[in-house]
C-alpha cells in the first residue's frame, strides 16, 4: 500500500488544514512533488525522502472561503486560486481546484477556471507522477491517471496528450528534462517524440526559469541524465548552442570520452553545488574552438582553450541571467581549472598561482580539478594526490601569512599618501601591485620599513 509513508510523514499542520476544510464542508487533498516522492520512497527502497520541500493542498474552497476558514493567510497568488496559510511561521499553499484553459502565449496561463473535482485539477498537471493526490483524512489515494503505475516502471509521461500540454506551456519539456535526471525515470516514448514539435512554445519560456530549471536540475545525482534529453530533444540548441560543439569532438590521447561526453561526467562528478556543476558543464566549452592537431605528438591540442571558455562562458551566463557573483564564479572556474601544479613549483609559483585564482575560488578549483580527473575516464587517484599536495602547500603558506593581494600588504594606499607624499590617482595601484609581485617572490619583504622604501623608489622612478 503506498500510501503507508505519506500516512507517517504528513505534517501535522497539513492535516489539520485539510481538517478545517473538510469540517467547513470542503475537500483537501496533498497534491505535487511530496505525494510522488512519498511514493516512490514507499515502492523503492533505495529511493530516500529527502527532508524539506513544500506541501501542497488542493481544494474546492474558493480562495475567499479558505481566507475566512484560517486566521493567518496571505493571499499569494489569489487570482490564480493560492492562498498561502500561515501556522506555527510556516506557509502551506492551499490552491483552489483549477483548469487552466488558454495559454495565450505559451508561457502563462491566460484566464484560470476554479473548478468543484479534483480529477479535473489533476488533469492541468504536467506529468501523471505530479498527478496524484491522497486524502490525508481518509488516507486515500486519487490517481486518475496512472501516476503510481508510472512511478512503478519509473516512467515519466505526460498527463492526457503530451503535443498539447507541452504547446501550452514551454517550460514543461524542461520539466521533463529535469525530473528524467532527478527522479531517474526514463521518459515515455509518445512524451519523448512530442517534445521536438513543441519547441516553439519553449522558445518563449523566460531566461530566469530556464536557469532555475538548470539549477534544480544539478541537484541529481546525475544531471547529465537531464542534459542529454535537452541535448537529443532540442532545447539545448536553443538555450545553450555552443555546448553542442562539443559534441563529437574528440580529445587527445588521455580521454576516453569526446569533450561533450567529458562535459558530462565531470559535471556528474562535481560536489552537489548547483553552481559548481555549471561550471563542470561549461569547463571546456573553449575547447572546439581551440582544437589543432600537432604533428610533433600525433594528437590533439587545445592551446588557451579555457581564455576562449571563458570568453564563451560569460555571455552564455549572462544569456540565461545568472547573478553577477555566480557568474563571476562560473567564469573563474572555467577561466582557471587547468592547473598543471607539480612538485617542481616553487614557493613562488604557488603563491603567484593563488594569487591569480584568489584563495576564495581555490577550494572549488580543487573540487572541479577532482571531477575532470574523473571525467577523464581513466583513473583519476594520481590527479586527486597531485592536487591534495597542491592544497597542502597552499594551506601551509597562507598559514605562514602569505601575501596574496594588496590587502595582504604592510603598507595601504593611506600610507603611500600621508608618507610617501603621492596624489591619490592610478599611479597608486601601479606601485601596489607591483610591491604585491614582489612579495610574491620574496615574503620576508612584506614589512612596512622595506615597502615603504620601495615605494619611495618606485614613485621617484614614475616621476622622471
Ligand atoms: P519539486 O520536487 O521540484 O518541488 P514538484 O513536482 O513539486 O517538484 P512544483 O514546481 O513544486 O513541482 O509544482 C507542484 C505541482 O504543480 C507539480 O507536481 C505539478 O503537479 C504542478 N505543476 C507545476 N508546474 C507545472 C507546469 N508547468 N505545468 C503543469 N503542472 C505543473
Ligand atoms: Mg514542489
Not at 484566464?111 to 490525508?136: E, G, K, M, Q, W
Not at 553542442?244 to 561526467?265: I, K, P
Not at 592537431?293 to 545568472?322: Q, V, W
Request: proline content about 5%; aromatic content about 6%.
Amino acid at each position: 500500500m503506498p500510501t503507508t509513508l505519506l500516512a507517517q510523514v504528513i505534517p501535522d499542520p497539513v492535516r489539520r488544514i485539510c481538517q478545517t476544510l473538510h469540517d467547513a464542508g470542503f475537500e483537501g487533498w496533498v497534491v505535487g512533488g511530496r505525494v510522488r516522492d512519498c511514493i516512490m520512497a514507499s515502492l523503492a527502497s533505495s529511493h530516500r525522502l529527502e527532508a524539506g520541500g513544500d506541501w501542497d493542498i488542493a481544494t474546492n474552497a474558493r480562495p475567499a472561503q479558505v481566507q475566512r476558514l484560517f486566521r493567518k493567510v496571505i493571499p499569494t497568488g489569489i487570482e490564480h486560486g493560492t492562498v498561502t496559510v500561515l501556522i506555527d511561521k510556516e506557509g502551506y499553499e492551499v490552491t483552489t481546484f483549477r483548469a487552466e484553459a488558454e495559454y495565450h502565449d505559451g508561457r502563462r496561463p491566460g484566464a484560470v477556471a476554479f473548478l468543484d473535482d479534483i480529477t479535473a485539477d489533476l488533469a492541468r498537471r504536467d506529468f501523471t507522477v505530479n498527478a496524484i493526490a491522497y486524502d490525508p483524512l481518509a488516507d486515500r489515494l486519487v490517481d486518475s491517471f496512472g501516476g503510481v503505475d508510472d512511478i512503478r516502471a519509473q516512467r515519466l509521461r505526460a498527463v492526457g496528450t503530451a503535443a498539447e500540454r507541452f504547446a501550452e506551456d514551454g517550460l514543461r519539456v524542461l520539466r521533463a528534462a529535469r525530473f528524467v535526471a532527478t527522479l531517474e525515470f526514463d521518459l515515455d516514448d509518445q512524451t519523448a517524440a512530442a517534445i521536438e514539435p513543441s519547441l516553439d512554445s519553449y522558445r518563449k519560456v523566460s531566461s530566469e526559469r530556464i536557469r532555475d530549471e538548470w539549477l534544480k536540475c544539478m541537484k541529481a545525482q546525475n544531471p547529465s541524465r537531464g542534459f542529454e534529453v535537452m541535448r537529443v530533444h532540442g532545447m539545448l540548441a536553443i538555450t545553450a548552442p555552443e555546448l553542442l560543439e562539443s559534441v563529437g569532438c574528440e580529445q587527445n590521447r588521455y580521454h576516453t570520452y569526446d569533450v561533450w561526453g567529458h562535459a558530462m561526467a565531470c559535471m556528474d562528478a562535481c560536489p552537489p553545488s548547483p553552481v559548481l556543476r555549471v561550471a563542470g558543464l561549461l569547463h571546456d566549452v573553449g575547447k572546439p574552438r581551440s582544437r589543432a592537431f600537432s604533428d610533433k605528438t600525433e594528437d590533439y591540442t587545445f592551446y588557451n582553450h579555457e581564455a576562449i571558455g571563458a570568453d564563451m562562458a560569460r555571455p552564455m551566463l549572462e544569456r540565461l541571467k545568472f547573478s553577477n557573483a555566480e557568474r563571476d564564479r562560473v567564469v573563474g572556474l572555467v577561466r582557471h581549472h587547468l592547473i598543471c601544479y607539480s612538485d617542481e613549483w616553487s614557493d613562488a609559483a604557488v603563491r603567484r598561482w593563488l594569487r591569480r585564482v584568489t584563495p576564495e575560488l581555490a577550494e572549488d578549483l580543487y573540487a572541479l580539478g577532482r571531477a575532470d580527473a574523473v571525467g577523464k575516464g581513466s583513473d583519476p587517484q594520481p590527479e586527486f594526490d597531485n592536487l591534495r599536495r597542491l592544497q597542502a602547500r597552499v594551506e601551509q603558506l597562507l598559514a605562514e601569512g602569505a601575501a596574496v593581494s594588496i590587502r595582504d600588504l604592510a603598507i595601504n594606499g593611506r600610507d603611500l599618501i600621508s608618507t610617501v607624499g603621492l596624489q591619490p590617482g592610478p599611479i597608486m595601484g601601479e606601485i601596489l601591485r607591483e610591491l604585491l609581485e614582489e612579495v610574491t617572490d620574496s615574503p620576508e619583504r612584506n614589512t612596512r620599513e622595506v615597502l615603504l622604501e620601495r615605494a619611495r623608489e618606485l614613485a621617484n622612478a614614475a616621476r622622471q
